[in-house]
């Protein structure tokens, strides 16, 4: 609902920004904007927002989801990914340009803002690196991000041209955030359908090695380096990766990384079912890869989690595990799955800064603070709320999600952004 004044009772403040930090607060927005913060606020015009152990932060940004839309709508729309995003506790999300047609000039990036317009998720589009996806003609880089492209990218189509790369690098050194690459090398990924390791050979399945990220890895920090321009790697997945981006940290060099939720919460050792909803990719690792990157996660040598949502028919998946595609739905399920990962040594704290205030340093965005004169863009959630996450939760047109059934620990509550409250405690 659309609320003049909001006044958010007694919660706990989780951010690191704020001079409130980890402190219980009443906090007053008026048109958008923080203008009171004290141990108790009376305001009896105001819209009131209260619930046991509430929590606020940030609103939660998602640095990359596909939304399908335009070209596969029959997966996902703008609309309806909002409303997974929404159910998700984001305020913010960027898509991948891999749509049909792709995200490659100004039109496109301006179509995603007018069907986002009514909603009080913030959707940002990348723009693609290269015309059509191809990876052979540089894009119109420089008219997209004029029309709002929040950065660049492939999406999840690896770029087997470092010309193409090196171009981008240098042409966008001076106007663009960090071009986003996703490190796979095809021809060493060839046929894979999940993680190269003593799973695969069990299971009878081609597997995925590390090595393929690892050698597009390289050559793109290589390449960073040439053009003096940092970058960003997507989806990190493997121990071996995590070991050359500390490295490449202690010498200096500028890059930022994330990783996908489906890496941090399984191991390979969950395929022996054969459940094609756990087909992603980079593919899920060993456990060896999966504490190596909660590891990177605490010493910020991985800046991000990301949802990595991605939507499938489901054709494509109730089928045999080598034909079915690469994809999980992650938006609703998100924050709980996150939760559980606090008995592994990730804290609430980090958890916070990986998707509410580091997504948005990586794109050069401010960050909204609990904060007075901070304008009102805000994740409510409960982090402790234990639920069994069900088929009726999901916004999603997919249904490809492995956590149906799951008990997930921590539940978003609500969000608030544009001036609107949407509360969703009693759901």
Not at 109 to 137: C, D, M
Not at 233 to 257: C, D, Q, W, Y
Request: with cysteine; net charge negative.
């Amino acid at each position: 609902m659309d609320s003049g004044k909001i006044l958010i009772k007694q919660a706990k403040i989780v951010d690191p920004n704020s001079s409130h930090h980890l402190q219980v607060k009443d906090i007053l927005i008026e048109n958008d904007v923080v203008i009171e913060i004290a141990d108790s606020i009376d305001a009896k015009d105001a819209q009131v927002v209260e619930h046991n152990n509430l929590h606020i932060s940030p609103g939660w940004f998602d640095l990359r989801a596909n939304f399908c839309d335009p070209g596969h709508e029959e997966r996902e729309d703008i609309e309806s990914g909002i409303h997974a995003a929404i159910f998700g506790g984001f305020t913010g999300v960027a898509v991948s340009p891999e749509t049909s047609p792709a995200i490659d000039n100004k039109a496109a990036i301006e179509y995603v803002y007018q069907r986002a317009e009514e909603f009080p998720v913030n959707v940002l589009p990348y723009g693609s690196l290269s015309k059509g996806l191809q990876g052979e003609e540089l894009s119109e880089m420089y008219d997209m991000y004029q029309s709002g492209a929040v950065g660049f990218s492939h999406g999840k189509k690896p770029v087997a041209n470092a010309a193409l790369i090196k171009l981008a690098l240098l042409y966008g050194k001076e106007f663009a955030p960090p071009i986003h690459v996703f490190s796979m090398d095809e021809s060493l990924a060839y046929k894979g359908q999940m993680h190269e390791g003593e799973v695969s050979t069990y299971l009878g399945l081609k597997g995925i090695p590390a090595l393929a990220e690892e050698v597009t890895l390289l050559r793109d920090l290589h390449l960073s380096e040439y053009a003096e321009n940092a970058i960003h790697f997507m989806a990190i997945s493997s121990e071996s990766g995590v070991s050359l981006l500390r490295n490449a940290h202690s010498l200096g060099k500028p890059f930022t990384a994330d990783v996908a939720l489906a890496n941090l919460i399984f191991t390979d050792e969950a395929l022996d079912t054969y459940d094609s909803n756990l087909k992603v990719s980079p593919p899920i690792r060993a456990k060896k890869d999966r504490e190596a990157l909660i590891k990177a996660l605490n010493e910020e040598i991985i800046q991000v989690i990301t949802s990595d949502h991605t939507p499938v028919d489901v054709e494509y998946k109730k089928c045999e595990f080598d034909q079915a595609d690469f994809g999980m739905i992650t938006l609703e399920s998100f924050f709980g799955a996150l939760g559980n990962l606090r008995e592994d040594g990730l804290n609430l704290e980090q958890i916070i800064k990986c998707i509410a205030i580091n997504p948005r340093k990586v794109l050069g965005m401010e960050t909204p603070s609990v904060e007075v004169n901070s304008w009102g863009e805000f994740t409510l959630f409960d982090p402790d709320h234990k639920w069994t996450f069900g088929k009726e939760y999901i916004q999603s047109k997919s249904r490809n999600t492995p956590f149906i059934g799951k008990e997930l620990t921590g539940k978003p509550l609500g969000i608030i952004n544009n001036n609107i409250l949407v509360w969703m405690a009693e759901k």
